[in-house]
């Protein structure tokens, strides 16, 4: 059993940045994949990003590639969106989630946070 909560989110004015924090309970942290997933208002919930359980292999949307970092610190059973050069697109709550397999699709991942809301002013 993995609990996950965000922390994080906030309003943004467009081409500035957010760090958000997804803290995980557990002592298996490391073997979880982890992911980010956004989604806008009426729309579906998207891959944004997702990493390894060492860390070694990160995978993003193209929509975020080049502004978007995902890392995580298995010591402090967390996992971060460095979310760089925001833009009014990108507003959406965002989720992390912790699953099994390196997959984007979101019903791969088992466990969910309560999401946290990240609002690009233009």
């Known amino acids: 059993q993995v609990q996950l909560v965000e922390s994080g989110g906030g309003l943004v004015q467009a081409g500035g940045s957010l760090r958000l924090s997804c803290a995980a309970s557990?002592?298996?942290?490391?073997?979880?994949?982890m992911g980010w997933f956004r989604q806008a208002a009426g729309k579906e919930r998207d891959f944004v990003a997702r990493?390894?359980?060492?860390?070694?292999?990160?995978h993003y949307a193209d929509s975020v590639k080049g502004r978007f970092t995902i890392s995580r610190d298995n010591a402090k059973n967390t996992v971060y969106l460095q979310m760089n050069s925001l833009k009014p697109e990108d507003t959406a709550v965002y989720y992390c989630?912790?699953?099994?397999?390196?997959?984007?699709?979101?019903?791969?991942?088992?466990?969910w946070g309560q999401g946290t809301q990240v609002t690009v002013s233009s």
């Open positions: 989630a912790a699953g099994l397999g390196y997959y984007t699709t979101p019903a791969a991942y088992g466990y």
């Open positions: 557990g002592r298996t942290f490391v073997s979880y994949v």
């Open positions: 990493i390894s359980g060492t860390g070694v292999l990160t």
